[in-house]
C-alpha cells in the first residue's frame, strides 16, 4: 500500500510548547523501566486515595485485573470535593452552554454542592452502593452532576444516549437491572424542544427493575408525571445532603457502558474505580495537555459514549479543568456556533471527532475565519481514523496553523487514551496515532501473533493489561474472554487493523470488519476513503466491500460532494465525468487494485450518534439488499434518503 499521508509531516514540536509541556520525554523512559512503578507513582500523584493500596497489579485471575489492590477512595470526592479543599472553590468547573443560548457557570464549590444533594436525592430514592442507576439526559450539567452523584454513593451508572430509541433504553435497563432512571422533560436539538421522558415511560412500562425516575426540567413542555416520577429539583430540595461520603475499593465497579454492537445483544463494558480514574485523569494530564486554571478545555462528545465519561467527565473534573458543556449541534443556529463559542470562552484545547472535522470542512473554511480563534492551542481527534487532509485542514483553520493535534486512538472497551502522540514531546504524523502513551504496550502482530515489522499491516492488539482496561462485559464473563482474549493467546485484542509504516509509527486502518479484501489483496476501507476525501470534489466518503463474483469483494464507495461541485453533478454527463476522475485520483494515491468499482453520490451517509458511519448498511445497499436494522443512527431515515436517491 502506498502512503499517500506521507506527503505531510512530521511536525516538530515547537520549543516553546515543549517548554510548557505537561508530558515530558522522560515519561517513557521511566514507564519502560518499570511499569508497574509507573502507574503506581500516577496514582499517587493525581489522585487522593482514603487508602492507600499494597499492590499495583494482580493479574492472578486474567483475563480480568485488578489494579491499586487494597486502595480505596470516592471518585465525586476526586473530582469535586478535593479541588474545594485545595482552595479552587471559585474556579469554573462547567461552563454550560444551551443550545437556545442560555447559558450557566458552575463553580467547583457548586458543583460539590450539587453533586451532594443529588447523592442525597438518589439515596432518598433508595440507591445503595452497588445499585445501577440509568441516566438518560441530553447534554447539560446535570447529566455530569448524576454520573458524580452515583459515584458519590458507590452506585453503578449506566448512561443510555439521550437520542436512542425507548427499545435501546429498556433492553439497557434490563441488562443492568437499574433501580433508578434519571432523564427529563426533554434537551434542546436544533432549534427545538425535543422530548425525552416519553421514552422513559414506554421503557418502564410494564415489568421493569426500575423503582424511581428523577425527572431534570430543561425545556418546561409539558410533561405527564406518574406515581414513580419525582421531579429533579423537588427530590434536591427535600433530601439531605450527602455531604459525607463513603471511601470505595479501587476495584468496585464504577459504570457500565454499552457499545453500539454490530449484531446481538449489546455489550455492556464495565469499568472500576482506581484504575479507570487513573488513565482517564493522566492521559487528560499529558495527552491534552491541560493546564488546571490557565486553560479552558473542550470536548464536544456525548456523555452518552466513553469520550464523555473519560473526557468531559472523570478526566479533566479528576484534573480539576474548567470546561465548556454544550447542549446542542455545531450547525445550530447557523454553521459558525462551535467557533462562536470557542472565541466566548476562549477554548485553549478542543477535542473532537473526524467526521465533525470533514462536515466542517463542507461547509467552508470562510465559517472559522469569521471568529478569533486565536485562544486555540491544543488540538484532538477521535473515534476513526482521522484522514491527514482533515488533519491539515483542522491545524490550518482552527489550530491557526500551529496547534499540534493528537489524534488518540483508544475505545470503550479501553477506558482511556492508549495510543497518541504527546503535544511538545512527539513529532506529529498526520492521519497516524503513532504510538502508545507511556506506560501502555500496544503491537501490530500477524495471524500468528508476532510482531511485524517496518512497512507491514496486521492486527492492533495490546500486549500487558492496563490500569483502565475494563474488567469484563456485564454479566457474562464468558462472551468478555471470547471477544477480547481468544483470538491471541495473552494478548487483548482491539479489533482493528493497523500497520507499521517505515518509521515504526502505528497507523489504525479501522475495524478488521472493515478491511476487504479484493482479489488477494487486503484494502482498508479508510486508507480509500482518505484518498477519495483528498479529492477536490469530496466533502465525505464511506467505502464497503461489497460482495463480487470475480474479485472476492469490490469496492463500493458512497461519497458526499462539496458545495461547489455539486451544480456540476447536477448533470449526468458531468457526474459520470466526475466519478471517473475520482476513481483515477484513488488510483493514483493507493493503486488501482484500490480503484472503486462504483461510486455513488449520495447527500448523506448513515451515522451513529457517536459519529461512526454504519458501513453495514451501506454494504447492504451496495450488495442490492434491504437496508437492515437502523435504529441506532442518530437519523434513521438517512438509510430511506440513500435507497430513495439511487432508485433515481
Ligand atoms: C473512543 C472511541 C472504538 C473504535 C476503535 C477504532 C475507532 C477510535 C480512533 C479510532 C483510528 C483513532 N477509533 N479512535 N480509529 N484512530 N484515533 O471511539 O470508542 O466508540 O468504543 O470506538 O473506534 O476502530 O476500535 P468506541
Not at 162 to 187: H, M, P
Not at 264 to 272: C, R, S
Not at 372 to 384: A, F, H, N, Q, T
Not at 497 to 513: F, Q, T
Amino acid at each position: 500500500m502506498s502512503e499517500t499521508a506521507e506527503e505531510y509531516g512530521p511536525f516538530p514540536p515547537s520549543p516553546e510548547f515543549s517548554q510548557q509541556a505537561v508530558g515530558q520525554k522522560s515519561l517513557y523512559e521511566e514507564a519502560d523501566a518499570d511499569r508497574e512503578a509507573f502507574w503506581a507513582k500516577q496514582a499517587r500523584e493525581r489522585l487522593t486515595w482514603a487508602k492507600d493500596f499494597d499492590e499495583v497489579l494482580d493479574w492472578s485471575e486474567a483475563p480480568v485485573a485488578k489494579w491499586f489492590v487494597g486502595g480505596e477512595l470516592n471518585v465525586a470526592y476526586n473530582c469535586a470535593d478535593r479541588h474545594v479543599e485545595a482552595g479552587n472553590g471559585d474556579r469554573v468547573a462547567l461552563h454550560f452552554v444551551g443550545e437556545p443560548g442560555d447559558e450557566r457557570d458552575i463553580t467547583y464549590a457548586e458543583l460539590t454542592e450539587l453533586v451532594q444533594k443529588a447523592a442525597g436525592a438518589l439515596k432518598a430514592a433508595g440507591v445503595e452502593k452497588g445499585d445501577r442507576v440509568a441516566l438518560y439526559l441530553p447534554m447539560i450539567p446535570e447529566a455530569v452532576i448524576s454520573m458524580l452523584a452515583c459515584a458519590r454513593l458507590g452506585a453503578v451508572h449506566s448512561v443510555v444516549f439521550g437520542g436512542f430509541s425507548s427499545d435501546a433504553l429498556r433492553t439497557r435497563i434490563a441488562d443492568g437491572e437499574a433501580k433508578v432512571v434519571i432523564t427529563a422533560d426533554g434537551g434542546y436539538r436544533r432549534g427545538k424542544p425535543s422530548a425525552l421522558k416519553p421514552a422513559v415511560d414506554e421503557a418502564v412500562s410494564g415489568e421493569t427493575t426500575v423503582q424511581k425516575v428523577i425527572v431534570v426540567k430543561r425545556t418546561g413542555e409539558e410533561t405527564e408525571m406518574t406515581d414513580k416520577d419525582v421531579w429533579w429539583d423537588d427530590a434536591l430540595e427535600a433530601a439531605e445532603p450527602a455531604t459525607e461520603y463513603e471511601a470505595f475499593d479501587s476495584e468496585h465497579p464504577l459504570f457500565i457502558l454499552y457499545t453500539s454492537g454490530t449484531t446481538g445483544k449489546p455489550k455492556g463494558i464495565f469499568h472500576t474505580t482506581g484504575g479507570y480514574l487513573t488513565q482517564a485523569a493522566y492521559t487528560n494530564a499529558v495527552v491534552h495537555d491541560v493546564h488546571p486554571g490557565e486553560d479552558v478545555y473542550w470536548c464536544t462528545a456525548d456523555v452518552g459514549w466513553v469520550t464523555g465519561h473519560s473526557y468531559i467527565v472523570y478526566g479533566p473534573l479528576a484534573n480539576g479543568v474548567t470546561q465548556v458543556l454544550y447542549e446542542g449541534t455545531p450547525d445550530s443556529p447557523h454553521q459558525g456556533r462551535w467557533w462562536e463559542i470557542v472565541q466566548n470562552k476562549k477554548v485553549s484545547i478542543f477535542y473532537t471527532a473526524p467526521t465533525a472535522i470533514r462536515t466542517c470542512m463542507k461547509w467552508g473554511k470562510e465559517i472559522p475565519a469569521e471568529y478569533d480563534l486565536s485562544s486555540v492551542r491544543v488540538l484532538g481527534s477521535v473515534g476513526e481514523p482521522i484522514n491527514p487532509e482533515a488533519w491539515m485542514w483542522f491545524r490550518d483553520n482552527i489550530g491557526e496553523g500551529s496547534a499540534p493535534i493528537v489524534d488518540t486512538w483508544w475505545q470503550t472497551e479501553t477506558g482511556a487514551i492508549m495510543m497518541s502522540a504527546l503535544p511538545g514531546v512527539t513529532s506529529l504524523v498526520p492521519g497516524s496515532a503513532q504510538a502508545p502513551v507511556p506506560g501502555i504496550t500496544a503491537d501490530v502482530v500477524d495471524e500468528e501473533g508476532k510482531s511485524v515489522g517496518n512497512g507491514e499491516t496486521g492486527y492492533l492488539v495490546i500486549r500487558d493489561p492496563w490500569p483502565s482496561m475494563l474488567r469484563g462485559i456485564w454479566g457474562d464473563l464468558q462472551r468478555y474472554k471470547d471477544t477480547y482474549w481468544s483470538r491471541f493467546e495473552d494478548m487483548y485484542f482491539a479489533g482493528d487493523g493497523a500497520k507499521r509504516d517505515e518509521d515504526g509509527n502505528i497507523w489504525v486502518l479501522g475495524r478488521v470488519d472493515d478491511v476487504m479484501n479484493v482479489s488477494g489483496h487486503r484494502l482498508s476501507t479508510s486508507e480509500i476513503e482518505s484518498a477519495l476525501v483528498s479529492h477536490d470534489a469530496v466533502a465525505e466518503a464511506a467505502v464497503v466491500g461489497a460482495a463480487d463474483e470475480t474479485t472476492g469483494q469490490a469496492v463500493c464507495a458512497f461519497v458526499i460532494l462539496r458545495e461547489e461541485a455539486r451544480d456540476q453533478a447536477a448533470d449526468d454527463d458531468k457526474r459520470e465525468e466526475l466519478v471517473q476522475a475520482m476513481r483515477t485520483h484513488v488510483g493514483k494515491q493507493i493503486g488501482a487494485i484500490a480503484k472503486p468499482k462504483t461510486i455513488l453520490v449520495v447527500d448523506e451517509l448513515p451515522k451513529t450518534r457517536s459519529g461512526k458511519i454504519m458501513r453495514r448498511l451501506l454494504k447492504d445497499v451496495a450488495e442490492g439488499r434491504e437496508a437492515g436494522d437502523a435504529t441506532t443512527l442518530a437519523d434513521p431515515s438517512v438509510m430511506e434518503k440513500i435507497q430513495a436517491g439511487l432508485k433515481k
